[in-house]
C-alpha cells in the first residue's frame, strides 16, 4: 500500500541543473520511484552521462541543454522535452549558483547572476512548464532552497536573498495554481556532502563550524535527499501545497 | 537499484489517541508499511475495533485504553508499551482534544483540560519514551500538532495555545535530543473530518469559513495526515528534525 502513495510509475519529472550535486540525486531519486527524467543542464558531456545511468535503471531518460538565465534556451528547452515525453507531471527548480563576498564589496554582475539563475531562472521554468500541468488538472513543483532562505550567514548576499526569494515565490504559486491542482513546495537543504562544496568541506574550521552549528552534528548525506523529493512528488503529499520543508538536521530550530 | 520506500520494516511503534480518526489513520498505515504497534485510546470499545480489524488483514498489535490524566499515566503507558513491544522505535503522539468556547467565557476547567492533554501529557508521554529511547540509541518522535499552532482561530484561545506549545516543545526537544540520535518532528495538519471534527461543521458558516479558507478548496483526510506522519517516522527522513510539516492544503501560507 504504500507503494502506491509513493509510486511515480507513468510519470514524466525534469530537473534543472541535474547534470552534477544534488540535482543529480534528485533526478536518480525519482527515476528509483518510477519516473521518466529531462535532465537539464549547460554541460552536453554531463547531460549525457547522467541520462544514461538513468535508462540503465530502466525508465526513459535523456539530456536537454537549458539555460535558466535565459528566456528563450528556457523555451526551446522545455519544448523539445514536451516533444520528447509528451509531458511534464513534475517539476524541480534546482539550478543554482553562489558567491560569497562581503556585502561591501559584493559585485553587481555577482549579484546579477546569483538573482537571475536561483530566483528569476526558477520563475521563467515554471511559467514555461506549469500550463500543460494545468491543462491536465494535476502536477508537482518543486523549488530546492536552502536554509539560507531563513537563516542566513555573513558573505551570503546574493544567495541568501535569492532564497529567501525562492520561498515567497513558493507561496505565491501554491496559492495562485491550488485550484487547478499544482502543488507547489520548496526543500531547504543544510550543507550536503557533494562535489560542489569540496572546498568548504575540505577547510578544517568550516567544517567544525557546521558541525557544531548543526544539532544533529553532521553535514547531509547526498542520498539523504531521496526521500523528500519523492514525497513531494508522489501522491502522499497531495495535501501539502505552499511548504517550506528544512531537511537540514535541526541547523533553523534554534 | 534499491526503491527509496515508505516502510517501518522491524519498527516498533507506541500511537496515543488511536481511538481517534487521525490516529487511527496512523495505526492502518504503520502497520501496512509494517510496524508492530502499541496504541492508546481513551475508548475501549474503538480500540477494540481496530485491533480486531488490523488482526483480520494480519496484523499484530497490543493496546491499552486509559485516560492521560498525569505524569503517572503517562510512564505506564510507556512501560507497557516497552513490555509488549521491547521496544519503542517511533512515538506517535496524537492524543488531544478541543473544547471551542469564546475566549471571555473559557473557564479555567476547560482551558486547564485542553492544555493538559494536548501538551502537559504529550510532553509526558515523550518524556518516559525519550528516556527509552536514548538507552536503545535513538528513535523517532511525531508529535500530532495543528496550523492551531501557526494560525490563530475563533473560539479556540487554549487549543491554539497549546499547539503553539506543541511546536516549541518540539523544536527545544530536537535540539536537546539530536545527540542522542533522536529524531522529533510534528505534522501541523488543517481541519480533518473526524467524530472529533464533526460537531463543528454541522455549523454551515464555520464550515464555510473553513473550506473558504484553504486554497485547494477541501478538508484534509485522515489518510493524508497519516502519509505525512509515516513519513517523518521513517528512515528516509533521518536528516529531519525540528521540522514543523504542515499539512494545510495553504491555509496557513495566504
Known amino acids: 500500500m504504500s507503494l502506491e502513495i509513493f509510486d511515480l510509475t507513468g510519470k514524466t519529472a525534469m530537473i534543472t541543473g541535474s547534470t552534477k550535486g544534488l540535482g543529480e540525486v534528485a533526478a536518480v531519486a525519482l527515476a528509483k520511484a518510477g519516473a521518466d527524467i529531462a535532465v537539464c543542464g549547460r554541460n552536453r558531456e554531463n547531460l549525457e552521462q547522467v541520462s544514461t545511468s538513468i535508462k540503465a535503471l530502466g525508465r526513459d531518460s535523456a539530456g536537454f541543454y537549458l539555460d535558466v538565465t535565459s528566456k528563450q534556451s528556457v523555451q526551446e528547452g522545455v519544448e523539445q522535452i514536451l516533444k520528447h515525453f509528451g509531458k511534464v507531471d513534475i517539476l524541480v527548480n534546482n539550478a543554482g549558483v553562489n558567491h560569497r563576498v562581503p556585502v561591501l564589496e559584493f559585485p553587481e554582475e555577482a549579484w546579477d547572476l546569483v538573482i537571475n539563475t536561483n530566483l528569476k531562472g526558477y520563475f521563467l521554468v515554471a511559467q514555461a512548464v506549469v500550463p500543460q500541468m494545468i491543462e491536465r488538472g494535476y502536477g508537482k513543483v518543486i523549488n530546492m532552497s536552502s536554509i539560507f532562505g531563513l537563516t542566513p550567514l555573513p558573505d551570503q548576499l546574493a544567495y541568501s536573498s535569492s532564497k529567501g526569494g525562492v520561498n515567497q515565490l513558493t507561496r505565491v504559486m501554491a496559492l495562485e495554481w491550488a485550484k487547478q491542482g499544482i502543488r507547489v513546495n520548496a526543500v531547504a537543504p543544510t550543507y550536503f556532502e557533494t562535489e560542489l562544496v569540496t572546498q568548504i568541506r575540505n577547510d578544517p574550521e568550516r567544517f567544525k563550524f557546521i558541525n557544531e552549528r548543526t544539532p544533529m552534528g553532521r553535514w547531509g548525506q547526498p542520498t539523504e535527499i531521496e526521500g523528500i523529493v519523492i514525497f513531494l512528488a508522489a501522491p502522499a503529499s497531495d495535501f501539502i501545497t505552499g511548504q517550506i520543508i528544512f531537511i537540514d538536521g535541526g541547523w533553523t530550530v534554534w | ?254
Not at chain 2, 490524566?69 to 512501560?79: Q, S
Not at chain 2, 507497557?80 to 467565557?105: F, T
Not at chain 2, 501541523?188 to 473553513?210: C, H, I, L, Q, S
Not at chain 2, 493524508?224 to 513519513?231: G, I, K, P, R
Request: charged share 20%.
Open chain 2, 1 to 254: 537499484m534499491k526503491r527509496p520506500e515508505l516502510s517501518l520494516e522491524n519498527k516498533s511503534a507506541l500511537i496515543t489517541g488511536a481511538s481517534g480518526g487521525i490516529g487511527g489513520a496512523i495505526a492502518r498505515n504503520f502497520a501496512a508499511a509494517g510496524a508492530k504497534l502499541f496504541l492508546h485510546g481513551t475508548s475501549a470499545e474503538k480500540l477494540k475495533s481496530l485491533m480486531d480489524e488490523l488482526k483480520a488483514e494480519g496484523f499484530a498489535s497490543g493496546a491499552k485504553a486509559i485516560e492521560l490524566n498525569t505524569p503517572d499515566d503517562a510512564r505506564d503507558l510507556v512501560d507497557a508499551a516497552v513490555r509488549d513491544l521491547g521496544k519503542i522505535d517511533v512515538l506517535v503522539n496524537s492524543a488531544g482534544i478541543n473544547r471551542p468556547q469564546k475566549s471571555e467565557d473559557v473557564t479555567e476547567a476547560n482551558w486547564d483540560d485542553v492544555l493538559n492533554i494536548n501538551l502537559k501529557m504529550l510532553f509526558f508521554v515523550t518524556q518516559a519514551a525519550g528516556k527509552e529511547m536514548i538507552k536503545q540509541g535513538g528513535g523517532k518522535i511525531v508529535h500530532i500538532s495543528s496550523q492551531a499552532g501557526i494560525v490563530g482561530l475563533p473560539l479556540r484561545a487554549a487549543y491554539c495555545s497549546s499547539k503553539g506549545g506543541v511546536n516549541q516543545l518540539t523544536r527545544t526537544l530536537a535540539l536537546e535530543w539530536a545527540r542522542h540520535n533522536i529524531n522529533v518532528n510534528a505534522v501541523a495538519p488543517t481541519f480533518v473530518r473526524t467524530p472529533f471534527t464533526e460537531k463543528m461543521f454541522e455549523d454551515e458558516d464555520f464550515k464555510n469559513y473553513v473550506i473558504d479558507s484553504i486554497p485547494l478548496g477541501r478538508m484534509a483526510t485522515n489518510d493524508e495526515v497519516a502519509y505525512a506522519t509515516l513519513f517523518l517516522a521513517s528512515d528516509l527522513a533521518n536528516i529531519i528534525t525540528g521540522h514543523i510539516l504542515t499539512v494545510d492544503g495553504g491555509w496557513t501560507i495566504k
